[in-house]
Each structure stands twice: as C-alpha cells, then as structure tokens.
T-cell receptor
Framework: KAGVTQTPRYLIKTRGQQVTLSCSPI?????VSWYQQTPGQGLQFLFE???????NKGNFPGRFSGRQFSNSRSEMNVSTLELGDSALYLC????????????FGPGTRLTVL | TQLLEQSPQFLSIQEGENLTVYCNSS?????LQWYRQEPGEGPVLLVT???GGEVKKLKRLTFQFGDARKDSSLHITAAQTGDTGLYLC????????????WGLGTSLAVNP
C-alpha cells in the first residue's frame, strides 16, 4: 500500500498570504489528523477529520482551518500568514477515529518570509 | 509549558555503544508512545506502552513505562548507524489519542 502523501513538500510564502496544503491518506483510512512541528514547540495537534467532519480540534487560532473530502483526502488552509507559522506541517491517517494507530506523511515544510 | 520533558536533547555516540533516553512528566498518562523521525520524514510509531511498569522489547530497543505512568525510558543496545534520528515520546490521556502531549525529542547521531 502507498503511504500517506503530502503536497507540496516545500512552500515559501510571505506574510499576509494564505496557503493550502494537501494530504492523501493511506487507502482505506478514514481519519486524517494535522500537526504543526517546530523546534521550540515540538508537535502540536491542529485538528482531526473523519467522514468529512472535524471531530477534534487543538488550540490554534481560526486562521487555521481544514476540510475532508468524500474520498478521505484532506486539505489544510492557513490564512493571513505570520512569521511564526513557519513549520513542518504533518498529516497522519488512521483507519478509524480516535485511538487507532496513526501513520504520518513526510510533511510540508512551510517558510513564511 | 512543555509537559513532557525528554533528555538528553542531543546525543552523539559511536556504533556499538549502549544508550538510554528519558521521557518525564508530572502528569499521569493512560498510554505513552515512542516514535522515531528521520530527516525529511514524518514520525514512525515504534511502540505503545499502556500498563505501569510495562517493559516492551523491539529487537535492540527496550521501552519501559514507569510504575506511576508518568515517565518512560528507551534503551538501545549496541547502537547502529541506522538508529540515527529524532526519538519522540508522546503521552495520551484516556479516551483521546489525538490530543497527544509531545516531547521535543532526543536527537541521536550514531557515528560509524
């Protein structure tokens, strides 16, 4: 089976712009979670989608949003980018919601200038 | 506030040496997971420990969960260059494995 894929792998944006990141889960997996990883804060949970509905949400501002499509693919959007949004954004998929093992993608490296 | 403290932050050793890395917290977790992350990749789950005092072995890696379920350790025997990577621990509260509390990781370099 193919693993979790994320596109693009690298992205450079300037402050104030918006960005959309994409994640394709492992075939058959219905849950997709998003994380932000920075050297100072480590991994922080953004949100989880299951059956096209957001089921869990971390403590991030409303500038961070996401959605999931009927084929389980997910997108994450960040509006009005700030310098502090520079990070590795990781997507993880799992078969079911909540307690199942997560499989991470390689991430999208976002740099905000 | 970082609820899971990992130590050491960096570790550089020679191939064949043994090492232990630690993951400590003042919180009690229902389970704790260990991941390894290689450059340019996402974290890969190594093991989940659930019971206080539990010891799990994965080839040369030994994981232990503290009796009080607040801390954990990872011991690697006869390290190999392929063990190089960032080792992350993550604690889960009962009923919700998504809002994991992550440590910042131990960056391990095993030199030939």
């Amino acid at each position: 089976k193919a693993g979790v894929t994320q596109t693009p792998r690298y992205l450079i944006k300037t402050r104030g712009q918006q960005v959309t990141l994409s994640c394709s889960p492992i075939s058959g997996h219905r849950s997709v979670s998003w994380y932000q990883q920075t050297p100072g804060q480590g991994l922080q949970f953004l949100f989880e989608y299951f059956s096209e509905t957001q089921r869990n949400k971390g403590n991030f501002p409303g500038r961070f949003s996401g959605r999931q499509f009927s084929n389980s693919r997910s997108e994450m959007n960040v509006s009005t980018l700030e310098l502090g949004d520079s990070a590795l954004y990781l997507c993880a998929s799992s078969l079911e919601l909540g307690t199942d093992t997560q499989y991470f993608g390689p991430g999208t490296r976002l740099t905000v200038l | 506030t970082q609820l899971l403290e990992q130590s050491p932050q960096f570790l550089s050793i020679q191939e064949g040496e043994n090492l232990t890395v630690y993951c400590n917290s003042s919180s009690v977790f229902s389970s704790l997971q260990w991941y390894r992350q290689e450059p340019g990749e996402g974290p890969v789950l190594l093991v989940t420990v659930v019971t206080g005092g539990e010891v799990k072995k994965l080839k040369r890696l030994t994981f232990q969960f503290g009796d009080a379920r607040k801390d954990s350790s990872l011991h690697i025997t006869a390290a190999q260059t392929g063990d190089t990577g960032l080792y992350l621990c993550a604690g889960a509260y009962a009923g919700n494995n998504r809002k994991l509390i992550w440590g910042l990781g131990t960056s391990l370099a095993v030199n030939p």
